[in-house]
């Protein structure tokens, strides 16, 4: 027979089994881990680092200016890509001197080093409805909209949210920091 009290430490031992498992399974149905190749999003992802996605996140919240995307390459759908939404659909983008223009405003980018700049002009371009404008953060690397045009929404499979690797670069990342406050 069984006491009250080693039936309580069972019964908690097991709502603490099914709580670990509801949480992996949300790990595993939310989360995707995802490995950097090159480094397009320098200096804020490097090549080899390892991230999560949010898979999840724009079922349940709008793409904004400034997040950080994974999506589909457009020019060979079997790749994925890693870039940050610069201009919204129906948005006019213009680079003009290496300076981004939305709207014809200039886009504040503090997460892009000046020595990342890129003084090629381009545009001006309207953003399709339902389409994204991405850049990545190293612009002197020419593989974004720049070059292989806006990423339709159905593209976009998840938002970077979390570097787990190499350890000296755990952290978040979210969609307007800067450099200086990820290495502070």
Known sequence: MFSKNSLLRRAHF??????IGIALVTVVLVYQPVRIEGNSMAPLLSDHELILIN???YHFEPVK???VVV????LDRTKSFIKRIVALP???VEIRQGVVYVNGDPLPEPYVP???EDPKECGPMRVPNDSYFVMGDHRISLSDSRVF???ASRSIFGRAVFAYWPVDRIGSLSAMRTTEEKYK
Do not use: I, N
């Open 149 to 151: 045009g806006p990423v």
């Open 55 to 57: 898979r999840l996140a």
């Open 14 to 19: 097991y709502r603490v089994l099914v709580a």
């Open 90 to 92: 129906g948005e006019t």
């Open 71 to 74: 999506f589909s390459y457009p």
């Open 114 to 116: 000046s020595e990342y």
């Open 65 to 67: 200016r400034g997040d």
